[in-house]
DNA sequence: TATGAATGAGGATTCATTCAT
DNA sequence: TATGAATGAATCCTCATTCAT
């Protein structure tokens, strides 16, 4: 007899829906992320989506919540990688280009994500944990004022190359970076 | 049978519209603003929507269009009573604390531009535009460089206080601006 | 929040839509066929138009579908009662006369249904099988070409009488079937 | 000096606006058929529509009768070339080929008449007007019943062919009206 | 005479959510 | 535990028509 249809065989069930709405999001935005097309995306039924989570609020907090971690996880790993205040400017300056500007994806859902946190104070707490981390990244080479004006560069800098559209010179990067944090 | 009573000739009833649609931009989003509740808001019939914009892409264009002189003509006016590259420094801080961070409506709308802008090409010609303006307006004081980052600085600034919530010193703002105009 | 109360397990739903579309495509038309007329001759809730059919098309498709189903039916078993070539002649008259011409309400249909199936080659499917289906009814009593010019008669003396109006007497299409089946 | 904007100085707007409407038809359908779509058609403004005409009804009812006119006058002029029943039936037959089947357009404002008579009787005095010119033209030739027959015949060879889609040889065509003209 | 402005009704469709199973 | 069925609200948009000019 063989076996029949296995009930529970999908433990991360879950995670592929939050997977799925990070994609949804970078893809869509925000706007566009629905539970019936998340649903569509992560290969699940519909009823699953508020079974799972309590409402789009919830799906959308865990999904920026995940996205925040990750995005914290390799700032730090870059980081490390530094001994000096002069290495964590290259460092910072790379993490600009290789990572939040690497894919439209990855900058797409972090406005997505500014946007809706400035809305929406529900979802302070991922933005506050996400200054705080990275800012604390930083302060082993930099004092405190230095390390608030360069979380401001590094946005700055991230979201005017979201509207260039065409690849620059990552030349004003480095040096955006330098200018705040040693007085170039 | 339908159009029982034309009410005729308002003549800034498209104004209007514009206005009332950057107001709920500010108040809902984009993901918010509908053709609904923007005629609400207006105190315009629903079908005027439609007759007045080809839809509902044309209508956000030109409210972000509006939107974006509007910064433009206050931050130019700013800049004109700057004598030198100093009082620029200022001039630009001052325009951040006062213009950009003054209400959360400002803010709120701006990142609602760069969301969509970043997602939409078809809204780069505003922000293009924006930028190059208010590059060009700092192009007195500074090389082109500067100018670049500068731009992305006050950007970053502005972004950066959005998601703050509580209102901060202004002192970071000032040395952030002239870290990058001077060299500190 | 919406959803209030889902009244959960109609088997037949999709049945009844199917049948009230008929309805109403033979009381309005195609043109006049909506989504909310529908749902209202179905007493279906409009939300289910678009949970049962995959949009209008999908919709109309399908009650056509079922329509030309029961005219092939209707067709076949009338067939199915001549013995002879000359008795088929009988009851291909017949047919038009008591089947497509019974009711003004299946003569609508049909007229509805070629003038869309002209027009959008995505219900050919639906008029090649009808087609196919009435020529090999016929073919067990006539030769190939005779088929075809049979089936062309038959639609051509329903079209006509369907903008007659007034009721006339059956003799000219048993002649006309008769002509084209025989040579008189 | 130079004439001032001449106001009336389009005296066959109306016209246009009738043979602009008849390309609507056979483009989009009478369902598609809308003061804006024909008004853009002709280069009229939307205004004029209901100036010219006493709406939809009244302009479809136009257009349809000038639709059939030409039609009607087509069919006459090839009769008058037949010279007796024989060469009567060559002209039908050619009539079908070269008219009524030679753009998808003609078929297709065909079959939107029928429609749109069929459930409107207020269209009918088109439709008895023109089968009664073509059955005129034909009765110099054959009998009355044959005329009827004959005008069947037509109509259902042609609306055969329309939904075909494929071209297919003439042949049928002229053994069609041949049996039912002459008794093969 | 001719038309642009204006509008309410209705078009298809999408959606978050509820509930019975 | 998990989900498919079901639905009302709201989405954008098109339209025929009216009326002041």
């Not at 700055?156 to 990067?173: M, S």
Request: charged content about 25%; proline content about 5%.
């Amino acid at each position: 007899m063989p076996a029949t249809q296995p009930r529970h065989v999908d433990p991360e069930r879950k995670d592929r829906i939050i997977e799925a709405c990070i994609t949804v999001i970078a893809e869509r935005g925000v706007a566009g992320t629905s539970h019936r097309v998340v649903a569509a995306k992560a290969h699940v039924p519909l009823g699953s989506m508020t079974y799972y989570f309590d409402g789009m609020h919830d799906l959308l907090h865990q999904a920026f919540e995940r996205f925040a971690d990750r995005a914290v996880a390799r700032f730090d790993a870059r980081m490390e990688s530094a001994a000096n205040a002069d290495e964590a400017c290259e460092v910072i300056a790379a993490s600009i280009e290789h990572d939040s500007l690497a894919s439209p994806n990855e900058l797409n859902i972090s406005l997505e994500f500014y946007t809706l946190a400035a809305r929406d104070p529900s979802f302070r707490d991922i933005s506050d944990r996400w200054m705080a981390s990275i800012q604390h990244s930083m302060a082993q080479y930099f004092d405190a004022e230095t390390v608030i004006l360069l979380d401001a560069m590094i946005e700055g800098l991230t979201l005017h190359r979201a509207l260039g559209g065409e690849p620059k010179d990552p030349q004003p990067i480095f040096d955006g970076v330098r200018r705040i944090a040693l007085g170039k």
